[in-house]
């Protein structure tokens, strides 16, 4: 699942990135905060053991 979770990681950077340069600050920033939160619970979820690796 690591593989998985850095690619789609890496997917998400490029395509806020490409949202900031289109100059959507809002959505860019909606976007990083939203992805922020699934890493942050993916990892809560492995670490109380609802979620293997």
């Not at 976007?31 to 492995?46: E, F, P």
């Amino acid at each position: 699942m690591q593989g998985i979770t850095t690619a789609a990681s890496l997917w998400a950077t490029a395509a806020i990135g490409l949202t900031t340069g289109t100059g959507d600050y809002p959505l860019a920033g909606v976007v990083t905060l939203l992805v922020v939160v699934i890493l942050i619970s993916n990892r809560l979820l492995r670490r109380i053991g609802l979620e293997k690796d």
